[in-house]
């Protein structure tokens, strides 16, 4: 499988696009929030746009669609067929299973509802690109879904792939998702390395993106939630909880850092 080339863009507050591209400097845009940034960046990089691709229809994602339409000719706009309804623009409906290409390159949609129950990640080569689903540390808010479903995409589609997988998602939260992950398991040597590269990060102005998907099953709780030491602080914090059941534990700890 070929690997993109991919370069992060700045969006907004907190929110990243990425471009990735192929050996012939045709790219996509993942969640382009914003369209002038994007079109400034693929220009920077002499990169051709000729597709979107759009992992929820929250507007942080998909704010420049409408207007990357309108300024490139023949743009294509990628989405889940399960919510072609709310993604502004779409011109072409996948379904998981399909191969989605960009240029030369071929990847999988891969569908995560939960964030919202039209959440898809993409997944190029070593490159997944998570949106709000899975955060570097973190995991996004239940807006649309369960804990089953979070438990789903997490731990068996997230699940099934290696350590070495290349984690693009959707904002930069990764300092205040280990401060939580710190709470859980102040034991955890892996929190407190990745905190300090994280803020050794933050304070030369650069992005804490990608991680990798072993480094998360290191220290993201969502990831962890059969880990002892979280564990017995889930139980000390929600004495109820029945925490053999790891959909019940990953449940609680979103509540937990919903109000963290
Ligand atoms: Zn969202």
Do not use: W
Request: charged share 20%; proline share 6%.
């Amino acid at each position: 499988m070929t690997n993109p080339r991919i370069e992060i863009v700045p969006l907004l507050n907190d929110n990243y696009g990425y471009l990735l591209a192929d050996e012939t400097g045709e790219a996509a845009i993942v969640d382009p929030a914003e369209a002038e940034v994007v079109l400034a960046a693929a220009h920077q990089h002499q990169l051709r746009l000729t597709t979107v691709l759009a992992t929820h229809h929250h507007g942080d994602h998909v704010g420049g669609n409408l207007e990357l339409a309108a300024r490139i000719p023949r743009l294509r706009i990628v989405g889940y067929a399960a919510d072609r309804d709310r993604i502004p623009g779409l011109t072409l409906a996948v379904e998981p299973g399909d191969v989605v290409q960009v240029g030369q390159l071929r990847g999988a949609l891969l569908a995560v509802p939960c964030h919202t129950r039209g959440h898809v990640a993409y997944h190029f080569g070593r490159a997944l690109f998570t949106g709000d689903t899975l955060f570097a540390a973190g995991c996004g808010r239940f807006f649309e879904g369960d804990a089953a479903q979070m438990y789903q995409a997490l731990h068996q589609v997230f699940g099934a792939l290696p350590d070495d997988t290349l984690i693009y998602c959707g904002h930069e939260y990764t300092e205040n998702n280990l401060r939580f992950a710190a709470s859980l398991e102040p034991n955890n040597p892996a929190i407190h390395a990745a905190a300090r590269r994280a803020a050794k990060l933050r304070a030369e102005g650069r992005p804490t993106i990608p991680t990798t998907l072993g480094e998360e099953r290191s220290y993201n709780p969502f990831l962890r939630v059969r880990s002892p030491e979280l564990l017995a602080s889930v139980q000390r914090a929600h004495p109820g909880v029945e925490v053999t059941d790891p959909v019940a534990v990953l449940g609680v700890v979103r509540a937990m850092k919903d109000h963290f």
